[in-house]
């Protein structure tokens, strides 16, 4: 007999069952990123080592989007997992403070809070100015950063302190990618004691071009003075995204923290969006268009120990699933009425769950359109993004299979498909709300 064998099998079988401390869920947003521009895409010109790393330690998805070609509307979709389009939140909120994330919908923070976790927005909140859709009144306990869409990176240069710590102004000095990177690693020191959700909204590398000399320096070797500019400020975010990890390292958090990456829209690269240098090769278009290169985005989850390393992940994913995915993450479990439209991505990054987690994702931004069906692509974007004037282009179909730069209209080939991929996207769009503002009119 070899009872200790037995024995503890047994034991281990009869003992209280530890359960593990919800993971930290670290969401992490950069702005107006070109699509080539990681190194991870294999960008030769801009290191991003810390952003490289992150995707080492856990899945990169090739087919990851967000659901609008937009900073506000794509913020709007991540912090309620639902599709923006469905409470009017099509489009940038402009026209003053009084617009905002509607107040009938719940943030990831309230969700969290409720939960029990710390919650902390550092960045870009770009959901509304007036009090009432403040970060601290829409689930965040702590707030650094601004308000609007876009801000100087040299914040003692403007004449109003408009970085806020809470409500009040910071008095910041700092170049602003450095002071987010700062008050991130200050808010995981200060919660590192229990489970804490925050939200680090770059608004990196969205303009103005602003960058420090020292990493001007760096990349004086790039002649053009945009792209230089912007590489300096990709540096910044990506060092600053590697102070984040390096903390959770050292506070042996790293284990039990989700990290999640997107940008909130493609590069923007044509005429009337406010161009950076981004790169979106090798997809077509831009930011403000439904096509591949506005809304198809670098996109990384990693939380080591539950989801693989290394790992690339095909199947098409949208970051409304990152909202799902951190509630499920903290054991939240999400009621039917909150109609969330994201789904929980870990059983399918594991391999548990086989199939996709969407077999169809769908984009509306006023006359644009979009849906992909598998790997079928309706659109109808923007024609700046060919080099004409603003515009709607006629509807054309894409197989993104084979077809990854959206070149070959088959449109006229196959009038089923496009029938067939035109009444999926009508049935959804018939769900949605007006647009609260902007852009005019539906469709
Ligand atoms: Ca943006």
Redesign the pocket.
């Known amino acids: 007999m070899r009872p200790l064998l037995v024995a503890l099998p047994l034991a281990l079988a009869l003992a209280p069952v530890a359960r593990a401390a919800p993971p930290n869920v670290v969401v992490i947003v950069g ?2 990123m070109g699509y080539a521009d990681v190194g991870f895409h294999g960008c030769k010109d801009i290191p991003t080592p810390n952003l490289d790393a992150l995707a080492r330690s856990g899945v990169r998805c090739t087919n990851g989007y967000v659901s609008g070609p ?2 506000s509307p794509t913020r709007a979709g991540l912090m309620t997992g639902r599709y923006q389009q469905r409470f009017g939140h099509e489009f940038n909120p402009g026209g003053g403070p009084e617009l905002g994330l509607p107040l009938t919908e719940a943030t990831l923070a309230d969700r969290l809070k409720a939960a029990g976790y710390a919650t902390g927005l550092v960045g870009k909140w770009h959901l509304g100015g007036a009090d009432k859709f403040q970060p601290q009144k829409r689930g965040f306990d702590e707030f650094f950063g601004f308000l609007g869409g876009a801000h100087s990176y040299f914040p003692e240069k403007k004449q109003a302190d408009t970085i806020l710590r809470g409500t009040k102004p910071a008095g910041e000095t700092e170049y602003l990618t450095d002071a987010f990177g700062r008050e991130a690693v200050a808010f995981v020191d200060r919660h590192k004691a229990k489970p804490f959700f925050l939200y680090l909204a770059f608004n990196a590398v ?1 303009t103005p071009m602003h960058a420090t000399d020292a990493r001007l320096k760096k990349f004086e070797g790039i002649k053009d003075e945009q792209r230089r500019t912007y590489a300096a400020m990709m540096a910044a975010m990506d060092e600053n995204i590697g102070k984040v990890l390096d903390k959770l390292r050292a506070e042996k958090l790293d284990g039990n923290t989700l990290v999640t990456f997107v940008s ?2 493609g590069g923007p690269t044509m005429k009337g969006t406010t161009t950076n240098g981004s790169v979106n090769a090798p997809l077509r278009g831009s ?1 403000r268009t439904t096509l591949e290169g506005g809304v198809r985005v670098p996109f990384l989850l990693s939380w080591p120990g539950t989801l693989p390393a290394g790992k690339v992940y095909d199947h098409p994913v949208i970051q409304l699933d990152l909202n799902a995915t951190a509630l499920a993450a903290a054991g939240v479990a999400a009621k039917p009425e909150w109609k969330l439209d994201g789904v929980n991505l870990v059983p399918y990054l594991t391999g548990k769950e086989a199939g996709r987690p969407h077999e169809t994702l769908y984009w509306r931004f006023g006359q644009q359109m979009a849906v992909r069906h598998g790997d079928w692509k309706l659109v109808r974007y923007d024609t700046a993004a060919d080099g004409g004037n603003p515009g709607t282009s006629p509807q054309k179909l894409y197989n993104l299979a084979d077809d990854i730069g959206e070149k070959t209209d088959l449109a006229a080939k196959m009038p089923e498909k496009v029938k067939e991929l035109e009444a999926v996207w009508k049935k959804w769009d018939a769900e949605l709300a007006a647009p609260l503002w902007g852009g005019g009119k539906k469709k």
């Open positions: 702005d107006d937009y900073c969205h909130d829209n930011k």
